[in-house]
């Protein structure tokens, strides 16, 4: 499975913005997917995933409530709608590909390059 990220950019605090990973390959409605972000100077850090059948989604704590993972195995696309946007949020964000939804990035064999996410104050 082949992964890109896009839809990133500039975006005052209390903003919003939608990123896509698009993936290539048959399997692709087979994975979950995964959302990851890592700031400057910081470890990666889980955001959230989805689960295969779409049925599941799991969010970290920082985005439960801001941000929503949706799948369309149409198009081999998984989102992450944000919302209310806040500096904090500043990191460059990736997608990717495993069996499982969990946090742990060990566990997706798949990653996208990555699109950078700005928030302003």
């Known amino acids: 499975v082949q992964l890109q990220a896009f839809g990133g950019g500039l975006v005052q605090a209390g903003g919003c913005l939608r990123l896509?990973?698009?993936?290539?390959?048959?399997?692709?409605?087979?994975?979950?997917m995964g959302w990851f972000r890592q700031a400057p100077g910081k470890e990666r850090e889980f955001v959230g995933a989805?689960?295969?059948?779409?049925?599941?989604?799991y969010y970290a704590d920082s985005v439960k409530g801001r941000f929503t993972i949706s799948r369309d195995d149409a198009k081999n696309t998984v989102y992450l709608q944000m919302n209310s946007l806040r500096p904090e949020d500043t990191a460059v964000y990736y997608c990717?590909?495993?069996?499982?939804?969990?946090?742990?990035?060990?566990?997706?064999?798949?990653w996208g390059q990555g699109t950078q996410v700005t928030v302003s104050s």
């Open positions: 989805i689960k295969w059948s779409g049925t599941y989604t």
């Open positions: 990717a590909a495993g069996k499982r939804v969990v946090a742990r990035p060990t566990e997706y064999h798949y």
């Open positions: 896509s990973c698009a993936a290539s390959g048959r399997t692709f409605s087979s994975y979950a």
